[in-house]
């Protein structure tokens, strides 16, 4: 490493590390990734995640001998600025190991695994426009723990912002068809490669559920649905749709040939290692292929606890008596992205006990479980959801979970399986709880089977949360409050807020930050069986149990808007009154 004075600066301090023990001698002598091409900063990551030096050990000698301020995670708290983060880029930071993480008064605080690299460190400056840097040496692991919560903060668009795509392409390339030789060496060129995967890294570390890649006529258009919404973050010109779907194909295991039907496949990645499922839909329309992937965390599934899904007491109470019921069937509904899933894999999670048989079937199956039976349906080849169910009842199951009931068959065969000593779980599309009853009679079931079968039905929607950092009071008068549906005792015990109009760089100019589930919940009581069997309708049902304690979706909206976890403006987007 000796020759110009920066590569003999680097050699001194790896001399001395040497001395102090940190790295053993024989590891470094000969070793081809020490060498005077790379930079220390690289030198010093590869010493680490080989094993060959201790990051920790690392991190004090800096400390000890440069006399460089030690970073804690317990004391110096992220405080950036979006303004600031938007002037830097992912590469660099990921490259060089050196995160800007906090600027107050003019200051600007980075942690840093080599703090004796001037350059980066000048470039920063420029970068940023800051003369004053606060520098802070920290481990390899804080260094990309770090880098990962800073990313979450950047603006949408700075991953993406990092691939250069050619925008210069005239209508003749766009409409002719390419063969599939030359489309498939596209997918695999460099840019394609780390087009998608930018999309997809962004899309996870914007907390974006789904991802939406569609071809118009003169540009493709990525999107990204963020707390319920839809949102476009990013545009290319359309030359990259052909290569950029097959990459996606290729990603998938689908065939690359087929453009004219729909296809789904799933692709997993692991991120920031993380496990991530993406459900990958192609769908052929006028301008190409559109792309949707559903996001889905594993590990998250797995952790979600019943207390954690926006029940209130009294309805967590309810829900939980059906999900211990010995026998009967448990129904979440609602549209698709309300959280049916969610709710079901946390009763089953509970549920999941070695004296308890678990069979589920599910199109697909969304994250596999450690002591749970799963059967993927596959319709093509015969394995439906009614023909898995017949399988299950002479599994000595427990408690089956039908992933959705779509048809005659399997509502009938699922009522069988819950009237003979099973405890069935299941989804259904309606828009509430009492319609449910009336749909399954609409399927074809008998209604003394589905009041004798039913005894727990859950609707439910997912509302955004307010942003905490940037919600602000609501000053509604007395009369308008009650206008929404609340009392005398609600207003005086009520915390109210609204969303503030733009939000902040928290939650990306939204006002909203997170999701939670509202309720409607339908405990079929004996006098509830007997309207059923006398043919009453969904909306007289509806009237009944409300007048008996049901709280309905939009009454549940308004207990989160009493506690100051949405506001009325959600309620309203979300829920009808």
Excluded at 194 to 212: Q, T, V, Y
Excluded at 535 to 546: L, N, Q, V
Aim: hydrophobic residues 40%; contains cysteine.
């Amino acid at each position: 490493m000796q020759g110009n004075p920066e590569q003999k600066r680097v050699f001194l301090v790896l001399r001395r590390m040497v001395d102090e023990g940190i790295v053993p001698v024989e590891k470094v002598r000969n070793n081809p990734k020490v060498n005077p091409k790379r930079t220390f900063t690289e030198v010093l990551e590869d010493l680490i995640k080989d094993g060959i030096a201790d990051e920790n050990k690392v991190k004090d000698f800096f400390v000890k001998f440069f006399g460089y301020r030690p970073f804690d995670r317990e004391v110096h708290r992220v405080n950036i600025d979006k303004s600031i983060l938007e002037k830097i880029s992912p590469n660099f930071m990921s490259k060089n190991k050196i995160v800007p993480f906090s600027y107050e008064n003019n200051v600007l605080r980075i942690a840093m695994l080599n703090p004796t690299d001037k350059d980066a460190v000048n470039q920063l400056k420029f970068f940023t426009g800051t003369r004053i840097v606060e520098i802070y040496v920290a481990t390899l692991s804080e260094i990309e723990n770090l880098y990962r919560e800073i990313l979450a903060l950047m603006p949408a668009k700075s991953m993406l912002e990092e691939i250069t795509i050619d925008a210069e392409v005239s209508e003749e390339q766009v409409e002719k068809e390419e063969n599939l030789e030359q489309v498939l060496a596209e997918a695999e060129d460099s840019p394609i490669v780390k087009l998608s995967r930018a999309i997809i890294f962004e899309a996870i570390n914007s907390g974006a559920s789904d991802i939406h890649i569609e071809p118009m006529e003169k540009v493709v258009r990525i999107r990204y649905r963020i707390d319920g919404i839809l949102r476009t973050v990013k545009e290319y010109p359309p030359s990259v749709k052909d290569s950029l779907v097959t990459r996606y194909k290729i990603m998938a295991n689908l065939d690359i040939s087929e453009k004219r039907l729909p296809q789904d496949g799933r692709i997993r990645i692991n991120i920031n290692n993380k496990k991530y499922d993406l459900r990958v839909s192609i769908l052929p329309v006028v301008y190409g292929e559109k792309v949707v992937m559903r996001i889905q965390d594993a590990e998250s599934y797995l952790k979600v606890k019943l207390e954690d899904l926006g029940f209130e007491e009294d309805d967590l109470k309810l829900f939980r008596e059906g999900i211990y019921s010995p026998w009967g069937m448990v129904l979440v509904t609602g549209p698709t992205g309300s959280g049916k899933t969610t709710t079901l894999y946390a009763a089953l999670m509970e549920r999941n006990k070695d004296d308890v048989n678990i069979m589920t079937a599910e199109d697909p199956v969304e994250v596999s479980i450690f002591g749970i039976n799963q059967v993927h349906v596959k319709e093509e080849i015969g394995l439906t959801f009614a023909a898995a169910l017949r399988a299950f009842l002479r599994q000595d199951p427990d408690i089956i979970l039908v992933g959705e009931i779509r048809d005659k068959e399997t509502a009938e065969i699922a009522v069988k399986a819950a009237l003979t000593g099973h405890l069935v779980f299941s989804t259904l599309h309606t828009n509430d709880a009492p319609s449910t009853i009336t749909r399954l009679i609409d399927i074809g079931v008998d209604r003394f089977l589905v009041s004798t079968s039913v005894h727990t039905i859950v609707a439910q929607r997912l509302i955004r949360k307010l942003c905490n950092n940037c919600k602000q009071p609501a000053n509604f008068p007395v009369e308008v409050l009650k206008s929404f549906g609340f009392t005398d005792e609600d207003i005086k015990e009520g915390q109210f807020f609204v969303h503030k109009p733009g939000g902040c760089e928290k939650c990306n100019g939204t006002g909203y930050k997170g999701r939670t589930a509202v309720h409607e919940i339908l405990k079929l009581t004996e006098d509830i069986r007997k309207l059923v069997i006398e043919g009453k309708s969904a909306d007289e049902i509806r009237e009944y149990a409300i007048k008996n304690g049901m709280k309905t979706l939009y009454k549940d909206g308004l207990i989160k808007m009493k506690k100051g976890i949405t506001d009325i403006a959600e309620i309203e987007r979300v829920l009808m009154k």
